[in-house]
């Protein structure tokens, strides 16, 4: 009789997003979650330049971080992101994401973000293609790919997001197989399956976690759906 091994996969992650959290009972929400068995927690920083809205800076982020051990992904939707990384890794950021679309310089501070010991993250908003980060892919820890234009919770999901997760792992197989793959934008249960056959290892989701009646029983739900779908080949 042969045992097979068990097949080996990397766990997905989940990450709530805290825009769609109600700021009033932040602490609380927090809690929910993590009894829920969130893995991560995702920060969005917008600053009315980039992106037609506006969130926090680091100042939120730091208090944040006393109230939980969860890494924290943080996601700058800003223009000039070189300017406050530091101060957002000094804030307690785990994950760092900047746009490829708000600096010339990704290459540069993509490298300055894992030397000041943050995982380096790279989001592509949904009008870039997968093939521009392939001059960048030996220095990405996670890449963010939006499927919604970003902005904005509850928007819904554009499906071609769904290939573009497939195009971004294809890309990153051979030159960089650790590197994460993150979706952003509008998942739910409608699509979360089909987020992780295509090979996404970050979930992050907001209206469809904050929004629900119960947030730690959808969490927990996510991942018996997630942990029932076969991985990407
Ligand atoms: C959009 C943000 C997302 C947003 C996701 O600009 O980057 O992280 O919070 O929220 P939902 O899941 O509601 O689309
Ligand atoms: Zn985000």
């Known amino acids: 009789m042969t045992l097979r091994a068990p097949v080996k996969r990397r766990r997905v992650k989940l990450a709530p997003s805290l825009l769609s959290a109600d700021f009033a009972d932040i ?19 917008m600053d009315g330049v980039f992106v037609p809205n506006l969130t926090w800076g680091m100042k939120i982020v730091k208090d944040l971080r006393k109230l939980t051990p969860l890494p924290f992904d943080c996601h700058l939707m800003i223009v ?6 530091d101060a957002f890794r000094e804030a307690g950021a785990d994950v760092i994401s900047f746009h490829y679309e708000a600096t010339p310089h990704a290459h ?14 790279i989001a592509i908003n949904p009008g870039t293609p997968a093939a521009m ?23 819904s999901f554009i499906e071609r997001a769904i290939a573009k997760v497939t195009e971004v792992r294809a890309l990153l197989k051979k030159r960089n197989p650790a ?14 399956e089909r987020a992780v056959k295509a090979g996404a290892d970050v979930l992050v989701a ?12 959808t969490l927990r ?12 080949p």
């Open 80 to 85: 000039e992101p070189e300017r406050y990384v």
């Open 206 to 217: 907001g209206n469809s976690v904050f929004g629900s009646d119960d947030p730690a029983e």
């Open 179 to 192: 590197c994460e793959i993150e979706i952003d934008g509008g998942i739910g249960f409608e699509n979360i």
């Open 133 to 155: 980060l392939a001059e960048l892919a030996e220095e990405i820890d996670r890449v963010v790919v939006m499927s919604v234009n970003p902005g904005f919770g509850g928007q």
């Open 27 to 45: 602490a609380d929400q927090i809690r929910m979650v993590e009894s829920g068995g969130a893995d991560e927690l995702h920060l969005d920083s």
């Open 221 to 232: 739900e996510m991942r018996r759906r997630i942990d029932a779908t076969p991985p990407a």
């Open 108 to 121: 540069r501070l993509l490298r300055h973000l894992r030397s000041i010991g943050a995982k380096a993250g």
